[in-house]
């Protein structure tokens, strides 16, 4: 917001930037929300699960990628464009998440692998994996991340990998992806959108 402040932007334009922030800020909180009601609730939707996705994360990539365009005074149809570029970026960003929680060593992620399933929270991975027909309650048998042993992450990820579920968030994220790019089609065809194109990429080929 104190950035906002010097800009030197239109003050129409500052003030839809700081309306857009604001937003934002606020969105995050539900999304955060919505991510501790799912770890009561017995059952979560996928559609649930995305739009608390949206919400507690891909906003943030909208506002970020929309905001500097507000600021210089872009049309409104870049504008929007670079926000779904942001909300469709930032979705496939956490889902990667969801599927590097389970493929990465625990010393190159961080935090102990598999994690998410001895927390029992809701990934889009767990919730395919329960349209198979998975018991993902008893997929590993620890209490906390440090009781989880490897055999047994690995025991979990064969299952999740024979009904498909962690492919299905590979290929979700990838999707994503490309209708993120697809989102900047509005914007001339030089470095800068190639840049916003390569950082999509990343954001689902990082390794961490």
């Known amino acids: 917001f104190e950035l906002l402040t010097k800009t030197g932007a239109d003050p129409a334009d500052g003030l839809e930037a700081v309306r857009r922030l604001a937003t934002t800020c606020t969105q995050i909180c539900e999304g955060q929300a919505l991510d501790i009601e799912f770890e009561r609730r017995t059952e979560v939707l996928p559609d649930e699960y995305l739009q608390m996705v949206e919400l507690k994360t891909a906003v943030l990539y909208g506002t970020a990628a929309a905001v500097p ?100 968030a590979r290929e979700m994220a990838e999707d994503l992806t490309e209708q993120a790019k697809s989102r900047l089609d509005v914007l001339p065809d030089n470095e800068a959108r190639d840049l916003l194109c390569d950082i999509a990429d990343y954001l689902i080929t990082r390794g961490y």
Do not use: W
């Open 69 to 168: 365009a507000v600021v210089m005074g872009a049309d409104d149809e870049v504008v929007e464009a670079l926000y779904q570029y942001g909300i469709a970026s930032g979705s496939a960003f956490q889902i990667q998440d969801d599927v590097l929680d389970l493929t990465v060593p625990s010393d190159q992620l961080g935090k102990q692998r598999g994690s998410d399933l001895v927390e029992n929270k809701e990934t889009i991975i767990s919730l395919h994996a329960r349209q198979q027909g998975i018991d993902v309650d008893d997929l590993v048998d620890a209490e906390t991340a440090e009781e989880l042993t490897e055999d047994a992450v690995e025991a979990a990820v064969a299952e999740l990998n024979e009904a498909g579920s962690i492919d299905y």
